[in-house]
């Protein structure tokens, strides 16, 4: 079965920070791009954040460079995203996101919620 398994959301005060965790089973991890996207309330959800499968080349949407990193580690089929510096806009459920390089053939994860406070 596939799954892409998000967590690491929370509360947090602006200026904070927050790790979030996605988990992948049930597919070749290395094959495939993985990003997360976000939906805050009564917005459209906007992708935030890919790591490339080929060579973990990294994309980040405007409003987040220079505060979010995303790393992947391979052998644990884990993508992390580190946000640093949060903002009350950054407020927003975030969604793990899997696409196979080849095909576009995608899924998501269920999202984690990411509360900032200001």
């Known amino acids: 079965e596939v799954q892409l398994q998000a967590s690491g959301g929370g509360l947090v005060q602006a200026g904070g920070s927050l790790r979030l965790s996605c988990a992948a089973s049930?597919?070749?991890?290395?094959?495939?791009?993985i990003g997360w996207f976000r939906q805050a309330p009564g917005k459209e959800r906007e992708g935030v954040s890919c790591?490339?499968?080929?060579?973990?080349?990294?994309y980040y949407v405007d409003s987040v460079k220079g505060r979010f990193t995303i790393s992947r580690d391979i052998p644990r089929s884990t993508v992390t995203l580190q946000m640093n510096s949060l903002k009350a806009e950054d407020t927003a459920v975030y969604y793990c996101?899997?696409?196979?390089?080849?095909?576009?053939?995608?899924?998501w994860g269920q999202g984690t919620l990411v509360t900032v406070s200001s």
């Open positions: 996101h899997a696409e196979y390089w080849m095909t576009g053939v995608d899924f």
């Open positions: 790591i490339s499968s080929d060579d973990g080349t990294t």
């Open positions: 049930g597919f070749s991890f290395d094959d495939h791009h």
